[in-house]
């Protein structure tokens, strides 16, 4: 029997979904699974009960809200895929009064029929299995997931920073060589350090990592460039404003006096 | 008696996004597009943050046309700050556009609008009968995808295009490969516009209309900085505002363009009625064979547009990529901090107008326009007579008149998460 599985997008850009969508062999791979819901895909299907639904986006309305909560309901394994899902995305940076501001700057006093909300990651609403980090996730960590669930496993989520993968490739260090504000030694792994090798600072799409391991040297290395906190923090915020943990850990990095 | 119907589907399959379509049919017949994804405010979101960490953003608007929502704001930016960027970069720049417009434009066709034409639900379905079909296209999506990562680091969200010009250029030897696949995946790609021959356009949609193109600087393309209308006028892009206006209604979170005060159409159809005289080698060929099916005033004609101009980007591509010469260049740095700038490209779903303010290299302001926020209100007009049209000819299945002003949707390919970026004018 295959696994059932459900694929759904709530507020976001779709690319989680259209990653998954255009892995390489994914006609092969969809015929080891019974996809049941996949809308962005697929005009047929209700949403029922699945053995595993991926859900990309965060929630911006009572609609992503109350969708969310029947998703979970159907599913024994619940996967948060991608930035928005997992830290509430790039329009979670708007918080509070921000949000009131920018709604009514944009819309005026027009009244919309639809209530829209602050943009929140899913695990405010509903309890998430395993996330799948990316903007958008990477191919093989989607096949790796898929391969472990139909093998009756479980995948692990990675606990080390984009900054090791840049350097067990040999990347030049741009934090140090080009004083750019990167954010690889912040984030987590598993793009194999994608932009590094094109010279780009990484920009933390992946998100901010549990535990950061060398925030000494990182502190000491920020202020030799000197990167205010001010400059760290904002960039820091483009994926992970509501980090819980943000403040603790600019606290480790700019407080730790050499 | 009065008949009084109405057709409602919240949440469209296969379109980027989430909207619905509610039709009432009666005396009356009117069709509303309920965008309800909800707004995401990147205006907002991007003000006060520096250019090159703005630019990082915006791509996140739309995974479908995040190239795009790339290459425009970072045209912006540099206009803003009078940045010139070589000829080589320039070029580079285009292959990466037109790489995404081919993948965007055949995973439209393939997963989105061809299985409405053959009766499937989903392009899965559809394999199982049509595997040759479902390879040639992922054949063409996997060309433009290659493009995209070697070029622009990956297929979503390319991170190695920046404010003056690349991260890393590719070495010369891939561009040989692009060469080759380009060859290799033509006869793909007629097939897939012969595929389109097949069908004769509903005529209830017939209704002249006006369409909005770009005046392409070199031959049929995606750069520009004018717009050209059907009513033979031309405007410089920084004069958006005096031509393009913006409204909300209650219905829907995305904002609604109109151009003189009616709604009009922008796309893949706009820029061939547009710019056809400008197509050449096989794409050619194709259009003056199947003449008839580039009908300015039907919808339907955008899937066949769409199938012309991948042909035509794949030729396109493979001169490009023959042609170039690389070599190792700088990032340009801005000699400016601040300044104002604009810039048009023609995305897959039509224009996208990027206007920014820098002062002191943060942004002040920024606006953005997506195609699909500009053709909303025509769309409506067009799935409003699709009803209307079946309705009268004595359809009374509403079942069926929902499948069909399905299929005008997706003939505009709308962008959803595009239009809920949310405008501010």
Redesign the interface.
């Known amino acids: 029997m295959s696994l059932k599985i459900g694929v759904h997008?709530l507020?976001?850009?779709?690319?989680?979904q259209?990653?998954m969508?255009?892995v390489?062999e994914i006609?092969n791979i969809?015929r080891n699974f019974d996809?049941k819901y996949?809308?962005?895909?697929?005009?047929?299907?209700e949403i029922e009960h699945v053995d595993i639904a991926f859900v990309e986006g965060s929630v911006?309305?009572k609609?992503?809200e109350r969708e969310l909560k029947i998703i979970r309901e159907n599913a024994d394994i619940l996967v948060a895929v991608g930035s928005c899902a997992i830290h509430g995305?790039?329009?979670g940076?708007?918080f509070g009064e921000?949000y009131e501001?920018?709604?009514k700057?944009?819309?005026?006093d027009?009244?919309?029929?639809?209530e829209?909300?602050i943009?929140h990651p899913i695990k405010n609403f509903v309890e998430v299995d395993y996330n799948l980090p990316g903007?958008?996730p990477e191919e093989d960590e989607i096949i790796y997931y898929l391969a472990t669930f139909a093998l009756g496993s479980y995948p692990e989520e990675k606990d080390y920073p984009v900054c090791s993968e840049c350097r067990r490739n040999g990347y030049p260090c741009v934090l140090i060589e080009k004083n750019d504000c990167c954010l690889g030694p912040l984030t987590v792994a598993g793009c194999n350090a994608?932009?590094l090798?094109?010279?780009?600072s990484c920009?933390g799409?992946r998100g901010a990592l549990e535990e950061i391991a060398w925030f000494d040297s990182l502190a000491k290395t920020f202020k030799e460039k000197n990167m205010g906190e001010e400059?760290v923090k904002?960039?820091m915020e483009?994926f992970g404003k509501q980090y819980e943990k943000m403040e603790e850990m600019l606290k480790k990095v700019f407080e730790n006096e050499d | 008696m009065k008949i009084e119907r109405s057709i409602r589907n919240d949440?469209i399959?296969?379109?980027?996004?989430?909207a619905g379509i509610f039709v009432k049919i009666g005396e009356e017949i009117s069709a509303k597009i309920?965008v309800?994804?909800?707004?995401?405010?990147?205006?907002?979101?991007t003000k006060g943050?520096?250019y090159d960490?703005a630019v990082?953003?915006c791509?996140?608007?739309?995974?479908?046309c995040?190239i795009p929502h790339k290459l425009t704001p970072i045209e912006a930016v540099e206009n803003a700050l009078k940045i010139e960027v070589s000829e080589r970069v320039k070029k580079l720049r285009e292959i990466l556009y037109l790489g995404n417009m081919v993948e965007s434009h055949i995973?439209h066709l393939l997963?989105f609008a061809i299985?409405d034409y053959l009766g499937y639900?989903?392009?899965?379905?559809m394999?199982k009968d049509h595997p040759e079909l479902?390879k040639i296209g992922?054949e063409i999506?996997?060309f433009g995808?290659f493009i995209q990562e070697l070029i622009g680091?990956?297929?979503?969200?390319p991170?190695?295009a920046?404010v003056g010009g690349?991260?890393?250029i590719p070495e010369i030897k891939h561009f040989y490969k692009i060469g080759e696949m380009a060859k290799n995946i033509l006869q793909n790609a007629t097939a897939i516009v012969e595929f389109f021959t097949e069908y004769e356009y509903p005529s209830y949609v017939n209704l002249a209309r006006n369409h909005l193109a770009i005046n392409p600087y070199n031959g049929y393309g995606v750069y520009g900085e004018e717009i050209k209308t059907t009513d033979d006028l031309t405007f410089h892009v920084s004069l958006y505002k005096e031509h393009i206006k913006e409204n909300?209604e209650?219905?829907?979170?995305a904002k609604r363009g109109e151009y003189k005060g009616k709604p009009f159409m922008v796309g893949a159809l706009s820029r061939l009625v547009h710019n056809n005289k400008f197509i050449n080698g096989t794409a050619k060929d194709l259009l003056s064979e199947y003449k008839k099916f580039l009908t300015p005033e039907n919808p339907f004609a955008n899937n066949f547009s769409q199938a012309i101009e991948i042909v035509h980007f794949i030729e396109k591509i493979k001169e490009f990529a023959e042609e170039i010469k690389i070599r190792k260049e700088e990032i340009v740095k801005p000699t400016e901090k601040s300044g104002a700038g604009c810039a048009v490209t023609e995305a897959p779903r039509g224009l996208l107008i990027y206007e920014v303010e820098i002062k002191d290299g943060l942004i002040e302001y920024m606006n953005i326009i997506t195609p699909t926020a500009m053709f909303l209100p025509m769309m409506e007009i067009d799935i409003k007579n699709m009803a209307k049209g079946l309705w009268e000819e004595g359809y009374k299945d509403t079942d069926l008149i929902g499948k069909k002003v399905?299929m005008v949707m997706r003939a505009y390919d709308p962008c959803i998460?595009c239009s809920v970026h949310?405008?501010?004018l």
């Open positions: 997008g507020t976001s850009c779709y690319g989680c259209l990653k969508a255009s390489k006609i969809a996809i996949w809308y962005m895909i697929s005009s047929k299907g911006t309305t609609e992503d995305g790039v329009q940076i708007l921000e501001k920018a709604f700057e944009v819309y005026g027009k009244k919309i029929e639809y829209a909300e943009s903007c958008p994608r932009c090798k094109y010279g780009i920009i799409c400059y904002s960039r483009i | 949440h399959a296969r379109i980027e996004g989430k309920n309800t994804e909800g707004p995401r405010f990147f205006e907002v979101i943050r520096r960490d990082a953003i791509p996140r608007i739309c995974s479908f995040s995973l997963l299985p639900p989903d392009a899965f379905s394999t479902m992922l999506k996997n995808v680091s990956r297929e979503i969200h991170e190695n920046v690349f991260g890393r909300v209650s219905y829907s979170f399905e998460s949310v405008i501010k």
